[in-house]
């Protein structure tokens, strides 16, 4: 086979006798597959991260690159396809007046809820309008994504707008 007997012989030793620095090496490999298995969509850097918080365990990135690489752990990412956005103008036709008698106010009302930045901050308003006679007739305004309240607390307290 071409290999000297010395060599052969340290080879040997060192796979009977492994260093310190290797059976650490191997135990953050176990590590970071373990991680790996809990964790499939996430990178190198994330999965340090996380050991980082839950262990104490303080490596580098590329000491976790390495880690990563020799157990084979690629992140699994999900591609999003691009989606064109629908037509701005597009008008509806009104389907709730098409079944609907009202002949009087208060009787069906309605609401909406538009979300905005200005300024960099984000803002959702629900507005509650009549379709008697398409009066607005409540607001509310609110700086939370997806605040139930606004819409609580519009129809809790219902303040006609003149």
Same mark, same amino acid.
């Given at each position: 086979?071409?290999?000297? @007997?010395?060599?052969?012989?340290?080879? #040997?030793?060192?796979?009977?006798?492994?260093?310190?620095?290797?059976?650490?090496?191997? %135990?953050?490999?176990?590590?970071?597959? !373990?991680?790996?298995?809990?964790?499939?969509?996430?990178?190198?850097?994330?999965?340090?991260?996380?050991? @980082?918080?839950?262990?104490?365990?303080?490596?580098?990135?590329?000491?976790?690159?390495?880690?990563?690489?020799?157990?084979?752990?690629?992140?699994?990412?999900?591609?999003? @396809?691009?989606?064109?956005?629908?037509?701005?103008? #597009?008008?509806?036709?009104?389907?709730?007046?098409?079944?609907?008698?009202?002949?009087?106010?208060?009787?069906?009302?309605?609401?909406?809820?538009? %979300?905005?930045?200005?300024?960099?901050?984000?803002? !959702?308003?629900?507005?509650?309008?009549?379709?008697?006679?398409? !009066?607005?007739?409540?607001?509310?305004?609110?700086?939370?994504?997806?605040?139930?309240?606004?819409?609580?607390?519009?129809?809790?307290?219902?303040?006609?707008?003149?």
């Amino acid at each position: 086979m071409g290999v000297n @007997r010395s060599s052969f012989y340290k080879w #040997k030793h060192r796979l009977e006798h492994p260093s310190k620095r290797m059976q650490s090496f191997v %135990a953050d490999l176990i590590l970071f597959k !373990e991680y790996h298995a809990k964790y499939p969509s996430h990178g190198y850097r994330w999965l340090n991260a996380k050991i @980082r918080l839950d262990t104490g365990l303080v490596v580098s990135d590329q000491y976790a690159h390495k880690c990563c690489k020799t157990a084979g752990i690629v992140s699994i990412s999900k591609h999003y @396809r691009y989606k064109k956005q629908g037509d701005p103008f #597009k008008v509806y036709p009104n389907l709730l007046m098409t079944g609907l008698n009202v002949d009087g106010p208060l009787q069906c009302i309605v609401s909406d809820m538009t %979300a905005f930045y200005l300024k960099g901050i984000y803002y !959702e308003l629900t507005l509650f309008m009549d379709i008697w006679n398409n !009066e607005i007739l409540t607001h509310s305004l609110s700086a939370k994504h997806g605040d139930r309240m606004t819409y609580i607390d519009g129809l809790n307290n219902p303040r006609v707008l003149g």
